[in-house]
T-cell receptor, first 107, second 113 residues
Framework: RKEVEQDPGPFNVPEGATVAFNCTYS??????FFWYRQDCRKEPKLLMS???SGNEDGRFTAQLNRASQYISLLIRDSKLSDSATYLC????????FGTGTSLTVIP | DADVTQTPRNRITKTGKRIMLECSQT?????MYWYRQDPGLGLRLIYY???????NKGEISDGYSVSRQAQAKFSLSLESAIPNQTALYFC????????????FGSGTRLTVV
């Protein structure tokens, strides 16, 4: 079973919309995660960390639901520049990068 | 200058040739990694190194070798390149506890013809 699983999408949303996607994880011992974003043919870049208390950075909010074993990423007021693939990575096994969720923000 | 620098950025090579991809970092991180990415697939770990004297195989090490020449340098070699090694290769670094995630280089796009 994969350590994390994400809906690959693509999610196509209009500019200004709010979009959320989840990442489910299999190891109940996992307590923290990272969200990365990867633009097409570019390197992944760290977006934010997610701990039990969640995290918020501007338009981005990440939450960890330990009972249901998923991490969510919410993007408010989507911008065209948010178009990318979003990857969740467990802190305790950062070797594993899944395929991520593809987001396209449409004008 | 980038924190993690990969050279070359692009390379086309012929089947059977030996090729080396280089990675250097100015982050002062102990840990370095090599990944490959194929279209529609996630990043897959090839090799990793937690310090100069530590080298470990990743998920897909067959056909590859690495050298950690210094704390700041980690090179990946394809001893005899084959077409299915055509991919985008990323080098990454992290601190000892990986507490702040990885920092990636810009990638090397390798084509084996």
């Amino acid at each position: 079973r994969k350590e994390v699983e994400q809906d690959p999408g693509p999610f196509n949303v209009p500019e200004g919309a709010t979009v959320a996607f989840n990442c489910t994880y299999s190891n109940s011992a996992s307590q923290s995660f990272f969200w990365y974003r990867q633009d097409c043919r570019k390197e992944p870049k760290l977006l934010m960390s997610v701990y039990s208390s969640g995290n918020e950075d501007g338009r981005f909010t990440a939450q960890l639901n330990r009972a249901s074993q998923y991490i969510s990423l919410l993007i408010r007021d989507s911008k065209l520049s948010d178009s990318a693939t979003y990857l969740c990575v467990p802190f305790r096994n950062q070797f594993y990068f899944g395929t991520g969720t593809s987001l396209t923000v449409i004008p | 200058d980038a924190d993690v620098t990969q050279t070359p950025r692009n390379r086309i090579t012929k089947t059977g040739k030996r090729i080396m991809l280089e990675c250097s970092q100015t982050k002062g991180h102990d840990r370095m990694y090599w990944y490959r990415q194929d279209p529609g697939l996630g990043l897959r770990l090839i090799y990793y190194s937690f310090d100069v004297k530590d080298i470990n195989k990743g998920e897909i090490s067959d056909g590859y070798s690495v050298s950690r020449q210094a704390q700041a340098k980690f090179s990946l070699s394809l001893e005899s390149a084959i077409p299915n090694q055509t991919a985008l290769y990323f080098c990454a670094t992290s601190d000892r506890g990986s507490n702040y995630g990885y920092t990636f280089g810009s990638g090397t796009r390798l084509t084996v013809v």
